[in-house]
């Protein structure tokens, strides 16, 4: 697979072209701010002490904190956490926060940790970053393998070598550390509105328009429970064991209850199964990946049928197919904003953190709303108007260009 930072540069150099930006400004866009490695050492149950490379990347923060998830991963490497920095700036700029861009990794399997090191080595991670980090200064969250637990040991871990109380330093928080209930959904909920927006520019009416959602853990099942509600019927969803599908559409409710009983679909009696890689070509209205990157590739985007797709999930579509899709006149919603959501509700944690606020779930999603149909429309109607480029390349240039004037309004 292509390098993950290389692939983010050609973006940011796509979209510098486009913008006209002079030489030394696309170079400076390249780079982090800073990129941190260590050594996180940590002494296993057995006894055995044990040291995991541990990284933390503040790609931009022209215009606020750094803000950016911590992921454990086997795979995790320098070059994909320096590319997931860059996308979260150009993320945040999208949707208007006041945020820069940031991201953190050990490499490691959880799965192969016991709760109590797991507890160590986020405890160690956070140490080790605390200089660096604070609610003014960059600001984590939990990613893929990590959750409201590790920032809850992170805090802890933060707070005590500070020798402060900070709850803002860290999102993703469990409501009795400042976390908040809206922020469970926030993602799919956002991934349901972006859908809502495209289906209204597109004169597509919402109510009765057929949903094929791939991958149902938090992204997909909460994306679904939302456009059902605004009127749609999920025709089809998958796990990574099978998709099923009924065209008249499936229980959300119920199926939502059973997946989170921690049984697999293909286990499931009530629905036809349809393998995964048929129900991604399978005929509706919006298609939308919320499970892997690069589910859609040079081979599967000649056959979707789908008159939209949103990205729930982060990269679901290769650079091949995004050009095989714009040229088949498939609307696709790109990450950055369709799945913006998650990042919102991070910010609405820290803004009440910091005002001592509580906002309840209804004014939480009302907000949360207007965020992204405001971005929407900026990107809707540029993209409208520029007509060459899709709209994953004008979100790209609306994003880069409110970086690179708060860079020259700072004079860097
Ligand atoms: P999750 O682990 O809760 O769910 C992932 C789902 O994908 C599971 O149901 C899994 O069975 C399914 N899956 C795996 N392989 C599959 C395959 N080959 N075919 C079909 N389904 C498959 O993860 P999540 O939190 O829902 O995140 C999903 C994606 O959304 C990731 O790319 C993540 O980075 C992105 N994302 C998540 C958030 C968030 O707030 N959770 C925010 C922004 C982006």
Same mark, same amino acid.
């Given at each position: 697979m292509a390098n993950p930072f290389t692939q983010a540069k050609k973006q940011i150099m796509n979209a510098s072209k486009k913008l006209k930006l002079n030489s030394e400004t696309t170079s400076k866009l390249m780079i982090p701010d800073k990129f941190h490695t260590f050594w996180v050492r940590i002494k296993l149950d057995n006894g055995r002490r044990v040291k995991f490379r541990g990284f933390r990347s503040q790609y931009n923060n022209a215009l606020g904190p750094y803000k950016g998830g911590i992921r454990f991963h086997p795979e995790e490497t320098a070059d994909t956490v320096l590319a997931l920095s860059a996308w979260m700036t150009w993320k945040c700029s999208l949707v208007g926060l006041p945020y820069g861009g940031g991201k953190g990794g050990i490499i490691? !399997? /959880?799965? $192969?940790?016991s709760n109590s090191e797991l507890e160590r080595l986020s405890k160690q991670y956070a140490k080790k970053i605390a200089k660096h980090?604070?609610? !003014?200064v960059d600001i984590p969250a939990p990613d893929v393998y990590t959750n409201s637990q590790t920032m809850s040991w992170m805090l802890e871990a933060y707070e005590s070598k500070m020798n402060i109380s900070s709850p *803002?330093?860290?999102?993703?928080?469990p409501i009795e550390l400042g976390g908040h209930l809206g922020r469970i959904e926030s993602t799919g909920l956002g991934v349901a509105i972006s859908i809502r927006e495209a289906l209204k520019n597109l004169k597509i009416k919402i109510k009765g328009s057929k949903v094929i959602i791939q991958g149902f853990g938090n992204v997909g099942q909460n994306t679904a429970k939302h456009l059902e509600k605004m009127?749609?019927?999920?025709i089809g969803i998958s796990d990574s064991s099978t998709g099923i599908y009924d065209e008249k559409g499936l229980d959300i409710k119920k199926l939502i209850e059973y997946k989170n009983s921690g049984k697999r679909l293909i286990d499931y009696k009530n629905y036809k199964k349809i393998s995964n890689e048929e129900i991604l070509v399978k005929k509706c209205d919006v298609l939308v990946p919320c499970a892997l990157e690069n589910s859609i590739d040079n081979h599967n985007a000649p056959k979707i049928n789908a008159k939209v797709i949103a $990205?729930?999930?982060? *990269? /679901?579509?290769t650079t091949e197919a995004d050009k095989i899709l714009f040229k088949r006149s498939i609307i696709v919603i790109p990450d950055i904003l369709a799945n913006s959501g998650g990042v919102i509700g991070s910010y609405f944690e820290w803004l009440m953190n910091r005002t001592g606020e509580n906002w309840d779930v209804k004014t939480y999603n009302k907000k949360l709303d207007m965020m992204i149909t405001n971005a929407f429309k900026k990107v809707f109607e540029k993209y409208k108007k520029i007509k060459t480029e899709n709209m994953r390349n004008v979100s790209y240039m609306i994003a880069i260009e409110r970086v690179v004037n708060a860079m020259k309004l700072r004079g860097r």
């Open positions: 490691c !399997n /959880p799965k $192969e940790l980090i604070g609610e !003014n *803002g330093t860290f999102t993703g928080k009127g749609s019927k999920i $990205e729930g999930a982060n *990269g /679901p579509i």
